[in-house]
């Protein structure tokens, strides 16, 4: 067993300067070394299995007299015990070293989901919208906490503040951070139940939110008035109005219309097709066009450097707000996206047509999967028959029927 050595003070440790090993007493074998260069650091001399070891207690005066020979005194502790504690600290290092790799925070799973998601959102919008809730909502409570770390009351305090104002964004939002932790469970940085689960979790906690949300309708031109909307469009220049007028000649949603191509349009078979990625139910969709469509069509400009059947001027395709613009200057108290309201409200109150062929042509979901099995042509020649007589409706209006002025507004 080493000699322990006369103990030194504080003081004395301070006062050391000439370079090599100098013991402290207190522990056998603690000794600080002086560097040449005036530098101090903590060494351990020890026997492990019958062989000289040095170990490391770091540097001086960071590492204190008192708590060097503290951690001296555990390190003899272990090794007569028969463990090896240079080879227990490396263990730990290591540990420390994989949790570290293993440590991933909540922002970063957001950003690496989102990054890895990135074709399988509709369009840059919908991503943004994704980041931003997030963002907004959960970022600033445990954006950066570990993921391992998250909890159910880390959820349950992002949500509980908007879950009644805003139930529709909170319950999204609540569906992103699942699908967030789910990632980062998958990919080995997180164990444990999913604390933004809804069923048998968060739903005992929060309210159903079918029974908070109040459903807005987006307001609906009254079909009566339809024939006088379009005739009044029709007087109006500019691309808004020629897209608002094909929007509502085919009842398509209003970033469907923004986003068409001249590659998605084909004049001679009289069908607008529009892939997965741009519909809303992520399934093709063909549109049947009537001959007043396929005439705005074939009278637009089409520049060559734009492959957007209604390009903005600045490039690119019309904003959201360029379409409600239009309805505004004219003095409808209306929606573009209510016009397809106004078709669906038409095809039941004044045609015969099934309701499946009118749920086709807006392209609605079907809710029964059963229904769905069962249903899978896509009625175009019925559907193409629908939006003739649409168009001629829209042309004519309703035999002897009254119909409403548009009160134009310029300013």
Not at 292 to 320: C, H, I, K, M
Not at 341 to 368: K, M, N
């Amino acid at each position: 067993m080493p000699r322990i050595a006369k103990e030194r003070s504080a003081l004395g440790v301070r006062r050391l300067r000439r370079p090599g090993l100098h013991a402290v007493g207190g522990v056998a074998g603690l000794q600080l070394r002086v560097s040449e260069t005036g530098a101090k650091y903590w060494v351990l001399r020890i026997a492990i299995a019958g062989k000289r070891r040095d170990i490391g207690l770091g540097p001086f005066p960071e590492v204190g007299l008192a708590q060097a020979r503290k951690e001296a005194a555990a390190l003899r502790a272990q090794a007569r015990k028969g463990l090896d504690p240079l080879a227990e600290r490396n263990a730990a290092r290591e540990a420390l070293r994989a949790a570290v790799a293993r440590s991933l925070t909540f922002d970063q799973a957001a950003s690496r989901y989102l990054a890895g998601k990135a074709e399988q959102f509709r369009n840059d919008k919908h991503r943004k919208q994704w980041r931003s809730t997030l963002e907004t909502y959960a970022s600033p409570v445990i954006g950066a906490l570990d993921v391992e770390r998250v909890e159910l009351a880390h959820i349950v305090n992002i949500l509980e503040p908007i879950w009644r104002t805003k139930t529709e964004t909170a319950n999204r939002l609540r569906g992103r951070i699942e699908k967030v932790l789910d990632y980062a469970s998958v990919s080995g940085y997180r164990t444990g139940e999913n604390p933004a689960r809804w069923r048998g979790n968060l739903d005992a906690i929060l309210p159903q939110p079918g029974k908070l949300k109040q459903v807005r309708h987006h307001r609906a031109l009254a079909f009566p008035e339809a024939p006088a909307f379009l005739t009044a469009l029709q007087a109006r220049d500019g691309l808004a109005a020629r897209a608002l007028e094909f929007l509502l000649l085919t009842a398509a949603r209003s970033g469907e219309v923004r986003g068409a191509t001249w590659d998605e349009i084909d004049l001679e078979a009289a069908t607008w097709s529009l892939p997965a990625a741009r519909m809303k139910a992520q399934r093709p969709h063909i549109v049947p066009l009537s001959a007043p469509a396929q005439a705005l069509l074939e009278a637009l400009p089409r520049l060559a450097e734009s492959p957007y059947v209604f390009p903005a001027v600045r490039g690119g395709s019309l904003s959201d707000m360029a379409l409600s613009a239009v309805m505004r200057r004219m003095g409808v108290a209306a929606t573009p996206h209510g016009l397809r309201s106004t078709f669906r409200d038409w095809v039941s109150e004044c045609t015969g047509y099934a309701h499946e062929v009118a749920e086709q042509a807006l392209a609605h979901t079907i809710p029964s999967a059963v229904e769905r099995a069962y249903r899978r042509g896509s009625l175009l020649e019925k559907r193409r028959r629908l939006m003739a007589d649409w168009a001629r409706y829209l042309r004519e209006g309703a035999p002897g029927g009254h119909v409403v002025g548009i009160r134009e507004h310029d300013g």
